[in-house]
């Protein structure tokens, strides 16, 4: 059964998300503050005849959430699935050791990786409670993005202790809503990525000390994962294959919580 899958952000993770579950034949809607990367996503959605939709909004305001639910039921008629993606590293803001964190970077970080979770899964909850429920016996299903971080810090090259903790807050949160709205036959699971290829780790790209730390901290992947390994990890927990699973974070870490 073909759904509609709404998915925040449009590079990294996102992008690899939204190019999946199109090959699967559902309908993509995206959201996403970069309007330069939507318009190239729905580019190439369009080129291959796939049913798309995206909106550019801040995630961080609440009316922009809403008015971006309300788009995509306006252009789909339902949302079977979500998948919150967006999320930031807050150390250009001051995000660091918790002795160095600076109020800014906290809140920053916070307001970007937390808050935007809370804002989408509360507008859609809202209208996934709105609909009858679907021939899979479900209203529908969220996968949030947490991070390893939360779960088996790495002192040495990762002490962005902000970013740590709104990860754990996400974990949180998913558990909290599993537990809710089960009974409203809504699941809601959690993914949580080691280090991956995507644009927001740049940094640690391009640093010879954790390319090699990565071969021991991952290595079932030798170095980064691929965008696509999390993509897929969230797309099984978004289908039926998965629906009786709730409140389970899935670590897609190439090793790294054992390591």
């Keep these: 059964m073909n759904k509609t899958y709404v998915i925040t952000g449009s590079i990294g993770i996102a992008a690899a998300t939204i190019k999946l579950a199109a090959s699967e034949n559902h309908a993509v809607f995206f959201v996403s503050r970069d309007e330069d990367s939507c318009r190239a996503l729905a580019d190439g959605l369009r080129a291959e005849n796939k049913p798309h939709g995206f909106y550019v909004a801040d995630l961080t305001d609440p009316e922009s959430v809403v008015e971006a ?68 016996g479900l209203r529908g299903s969220i996968v949030n993005m947490a991070s390893v971080l939360a779960l088996a810090p790495e002192a040495g090259h990762f002490a962005t202790h902000a970013y740590a903790a709104s990860k754990g807050a996400i974990i949180s949160l998913t558990r909290a809503m599993a537990a809710y709205y089960a009974l409203h036959k809504i699941r809601v699971n959690a993914v949580a990525p080691g280090l991956v290829r995507t644009p927001m780790s ?12 990565m071969k021991t901290k ?42």
């Design 69 to 136: 639910v309300q788009a995509c039921v306006a252009q789909f008629g339902r949302i079977d699935a979500l998948f919150n993606v967006a999320g930031i590293s807050g150390r250009r803001f001051g995000d660091g050791p918790i002795h160095e964190c600076s109020v800014e970077g906290w809140q920053t970080t916070f307001d970007n990786n937390a808050k935007t979770t809370f804002l989408m899964c509360r507008e859609v909850v809202n209208q996934m409670l709105r609909q009858p429920v679907s021939e899979n």
């Design 202 to 213: 740049a940094r640690a790209q391009n640093d010879p000390a954790i390319l090699e730390l």
């Design 218 to 259: 991952q290595p079932l992947a030798e170095d980064l994962l691929a965008a696509e390994d999390v993509a897929q990890a969230a797309l099984f927990l978004l289908s039926d294959k998965a629906r009786t699973i709730t409140g389970e974070i899935l670590t897609v870490d190439g090793g790294w919580r054992i390591s």
